[in-house]
């Protein structure tokens, strides 16, 4: 290599690798295309996260470079614990995993590019890696420690192809990664435990192999009545309720179109799946139904689901129109319909298709949904007392929407009877988590020791089911009021990466990240929130009010803060009164700020306490309280 402009230096390697996928492709070119591309997606967005650049990406793999060995270890886990959420419920033979390397060693730098054996090594760790598993070198295994909780399985020193030495090499014990080599080797392998929770782990794993065993040599199958469903969550159906999608009709005329019509239902099917509550019916199932004239009503009975999700397609050389309809399986009433509407090109198929399922995975199924609406609906014609557990995790998003106090008490004293109903309903302590934070936040309902149980409960949740979006969403709010900045960031990336379609999560992380002062990854965040569903409270815009804002664009911050039209929240108010004075309109400020003081009489002494609450920057606090100043609010000057 031409050593000019070529530097040297240290780096964390991080290789991954599809397994399997000419198999994917040979099978069906089209779902292994658009999987590989989405979980690539998934990656990059991780990579970034973690301080990462990605240096490489040859057709299914992909290499990124690190500054750290902690933070490429911590990527390689979230990836493949993101990758196994997004796996849940496909057909073993439809499944795409990866095999990930991560090397710390001296590499060549040119351009965008990275070479030498620190490379080489990370790619030979990859391949001698399990699907879903990670492999990393002596050198990271040193770097890494005890600072991350994780077991490690010594592999010894490994002979490595091209490579002079050999590599002391370990397996990273992820679930999958775990489980398919222990299924290959006997158990006589040194475990070691960097975390605090040894024997524990030790444990689990010992018991874990007996149970491997006792399966591969039982002589009787095992009855029905040894496993508990209700007390297993893998097993546990969810808790809400059951849709079918049942496959878009191809109205194109050409038989050749089919593909996009199949593809767009597997990826509406793949996104509902990431929704906790909700039971999907696999494609297996709906798929018989193809191209039959079918009763709903009867549908629905035959498959036990109360809504069903039924299109088309037509597409001509340059536009294409999908229709999407859900219907109430149990009356055979519409409850939403909408039509798409693009313009096609050669290039920008794919992306249509990904847009559309995304919009309408979200419209139905997303907090603020059609199906959790309907659901709500229905639950306040009851007596709280009689309310499911389901039930009341549908009170918790009637409060996100309205933000009272009187919702923000029902809902809290319906989910408080629900958790000493089921202590391990997970969306339901994750919810409850919410609410506590909210008693301190917002101030509803306040109580002792409000943000202390928050975080109690949402650890509980987190501990209990890691790739539960709600769980690790009440982690990140609760980690934000508590201003631990450092633990708000990974919980919330994780939230979002669990689901990034559904958009009560992202305009969640969005308006809090915004706050924190990380303005342009908020304000994103919001807005593909904002288009991905239109049925979502006005609280959304606050976080491009204060975009807008912090910049002097205040008719623009005028415009987002009419948006959010939620009378009996103070910051419709206060937005409305900074945004007017600063635009010199006084009399609409003053307004504004009597309608403030009618609905929080001691704003102006509180006012300073609120924002910082919100971890707004210092100069962006001074800057809307002399918002309020002008607005003819008598704020005073801050004594701490």
Same mark, same amino acid.
């Given at each position: 290599?031409?050593?000019?402009g070529v530097e040297r230096r240290l780096a964390a390697i991080l290789s991954a690798d599809a397994v399997g996928y000419s198999r994917l492709m040979a099978r069906d070119e089209v779902a292994a295309l658009r999987t590989l591309t989405a979980y690539l997606d998934e990656m990059r967005l ?26 490429? *270890? ?47 090594? $990370? ?8 699907? #879903? ?5 002596? +050198? ?63 444990? $689990? ?34 808790? #809400? ?24 239902? +597997? ?32 549908? #629905? ?8 999700? +039924? ?33 096609? *090109? $050669? ?22 949904g059609i199906i959790a609406r309907t659901g709500l609906a229905e639950a306040r014609t009851s007596e709280t007392e009689s309310l499911s557990a389901y039930e009341c995790v549908l009170r918790a998003y009637a409060y996100t929407a309205l933000h009272t106090a009187a919702a923000h008490l ?102 809090? *990240? ?18 991905? /569903? ?30 959010? /039209? ?8 206060? *937005? ?15 307004? $504004? ?21 919100? /971890?707004?920057? +210092? ?22």
């Amino acid at each position: 290599m031409d050593s000019e402009g070529v530097e040297r230096r240290l780096a964390a390697i991080l290789s991954a690798d599809a397994v399997g996928y000419s198999r994917l492709m040979a099978r069906d070119e089209v779902a292994a295309l658009r999987t590989l591309t989405a979980y690539l997606d998934e990656m990059r967005l991780l990579i970034g996260q973690h301080r990462g650049r990605e240096v490489g990406s040859a057709g299914d793999s992909l290499l990124a470079e690190f500054p750290s060995a902690l933070e490429a *270890t911590r990527c390689a886990v979230e990836i493949q614990r993101v990758l196994r959420a997004r796996n849940t419920g496909v057909p073993s033979d439809r499944k795409m995993e990866f095999r990930i390397g991560v090397h710390m060693g001296d590499v060549m730098v040119k351009g965008e590019q990275i070479y030498g054996d620190g490379v080489n090594i $990370a790619a030979r760790l990859e391949g001698l890696t399990d699907p #879903g598993g990670i492999s990393i070198s002596g +050198e990271v295994h040193g770097q890494v420690g005890n600072k991350l909780d994780l077991a490690y399985e010594d592999l010894g020193e490994q002979s490595l192809k091209n490579i002079p030495q050999p590599v002391r090499v370990y397996s990273v014990q992820t679930d999958t990664a775990a489980a398919a080599r222990r299924a290959k080797r006997p158990p006589t392998h040194r475990i070691r435990r960097t975390g605090p929770v040894a024997a524990a782990v030790a444990l $689990a794993i010992g018991l874990a192999s007996a149970g491997l065993w006792q399966l591969t040599h039982q002589s009787e199958p095992q009855t029905a009545a040894s496993v508990d469903v209700e007390d297993d969550r893998v097993l546990a159906l969810p808790r #809400g309720p059951a849709i079918a999608v049942l496959p878009f009709t191809n109205m194109s005329g050409d038989p050749d179109q089919e593909y996009f019509a199949d593809g767009l239902t +597997e990826d509406i099917l793949t996104g509902l799946s990431r929704f906790s509550q909700l039971r999907v019916i696999g494609r297996n199932t709906t798929f018989r139904y193809k191209g039959q004239a079918l009763d709903i009503r009867e549908l #629905g009975r035959e498959l036990d689901v109360r809504y069903v999700l +039924e299109g088309s397609v037509r597409r001509s050389a340059t536009e294409i129109r999908v229709t999407a309809q859900l219907v109430d399986a149990s009356s055979d009433t519409q409850l939403w319909a909408e039509t798409y509407d693009r313009e096609l *090109t $050669a290039s920008n198929l794919f992306a249509i298709q990904d847009d559309i399922s995304e919009r309408v995975v979200a419209t139905i199924a997303d907090a603020f949904g059609i199906i959790a609406r309907t659901g709500l609906a229905e639950a306040r014609t009851s007596e709280t007392e009689s309310l499911s557990a389901y039930e009341c995790v549908l009170r918790a998003y009637a409060y996100t929407a309205l933000h009272t106090a009187a919702a923000h008490l029902q809902a809290r004293g319906c989910l408080e009877r629900a958790v000493t109903e089921d202590p391990d309903y997970v969306d339901a302590l994750a919810q409850l988590a919410y609410l506590y934070r909210e008693e301190f936040h917002h101030g509803f309902n306040p109580r002792a020791g409000s943000l202390d149980r928050a975080l109690a409960l949402a650890r509980r949740a987190v501990e209990l089911d890691p790739t539960n979006q709600a769980a690790q969403l009440a982690l990140a709010q609760v980690h934000w009021s508590r201003r631990e900045l450092d633990g708000f960031f990974p919980a919330a990336d994780r939230a979002v990466a669990l689901n990034p379609n559904e958009a009560k999560t992202l305009a969640s992380v969005g308006l809090s *990240t915004t706050l924190a002062g990380r303005w342009d990854r908020g304000a994103a965040l919001i807005r593909k929130a904002i288009a991905l /569903n239109p049925y979502h409270p006005g609280w959304y815009y606050l976080a491009l009010f204060h975009d807008h804002y912090r910049k002097g664009q205040y008719q623009e911050a005028l415009d987002e803060a009419q948006k959010i /039209n939620m009378p009996e929240l103070w910051e419709t108010s206060s *937005t409305l009164a900074q945004a007017y004075a600063q635009l010199g309109r006084r009399e609409q400020a003053q307004a $504004a700020v009597a309608q403030l003081l009618k609905l929080y009489p001691d704003f102006a002494v509180s006012a300073w306490r609120e924002f910082r609450k919100r /971890n707004l920057p +210092e100069a962006e606090i001074a800057h809307l309280l002399d918002g309020l100043r002008k607005a003819g609010l008598p704020v005073p000057e801050p004594t701490s």
